[in-house]
Nanobody, 124 residues
Framework: QVQLVESGGGLVQAGGSLSLSCAASGQTFSPTVMAWFRQAPGKDREFVAA????????NYADSVKGRFTISRDKAKNTMYLQMNSLNVEDTAVYYCAGEPRGTDFRVVGLYDYWGQGTQVTVSS
């Protein structure tokens, strides 16, 4: 059984930065792709960023491109999301997800593994 655990959320002022982590544990976990999603109150869960586990691919939602950076440390089985220039619209619960069943890694329903989520709140 694979477990994904996010950490690093919190409260920050607009224009500030936060860094999230997602640690994978359990059985041998070697996903092809891992991703970050977020869900704001009253809204659907949406894609934020994805990374190929063996390197060579990163992909971002237009709303975060140029402000967020996704990365991973294979040796630590950990994925990261560095978030800069945060604004109020970035407020949401952020989830990490692993191993999509299919090639469209932006689709929420394709992921087998999810973390419990971490709250990010940006104040104006």
């Amino acid at each position: 059984q694979v477990q994904l655990v996010e950490s690093g959320g919190g409260l920050v002022q607009a224009g500030g930065s936060l860094s999230l982590s997602c640690a994978a544990s359990g059985q041998t976990f070697s996903p092809t792709v891992m991703a970050w999603f977020r869900q704001a109150p009253g809204k659907d869960r949406e894609f934020v960023a994805a990374i190929s586990w063996n390197g060579g691919m990163t992909n971002y939602a237009d709303s975060v491109k140029g402000r967020f950076t996704i990365s991973r440390d294979k040796a630590k089985n950990t994925m990261y999301l560095q978030m800069n220039s945060l604004n109020v619209e970035d407020t949401a619960v952020y989830y990490c997800a692993g191993e999509p069943r299919g090639t469209d890694f932006r689709v929420v329903g394709l992921y087998d593994y999810w973390g419990q989520g971490t709250q990010v709140t940006v104040s104006s």
